[in-house]
């Protein structure tokens, strides 16, 4: 598990890397009505990162305190915490 941050301001709280390369990026946030902006921001930090060196994201999410999973028409996961689980 990773965090990144670019010298363009850009944020992800969370990336998850598998032994195999892939990977995921996700946004954490409490309220679900933060949902939109965390989406696009996530979106606009993955588009910064170089794929053609480390692949495409296997899945972006928004991961929130509550509510029901789901996923956007933009590809986008919204997940609560209590879905999260083995």
Known sequence: MYHYRDSNGHEIDAIVE?????????????????VERAATSLRSAVDQ??????????????????????????GVYVLPIGALRP
């Open 18 to 34: 598998q032994a195999d390369g892939r990977w995921g990026a996700c946004e954490i946030k409490l309220g679900a009505g933060a």
């Open 49 to 74: 990162i170089d794929t053609r060196v480390v692949g495409p994201p296997a899945f972006l999410a928004v991961i929130t305190g509550s509510g029901v999973a789901f996923r956007r028409a933009d």
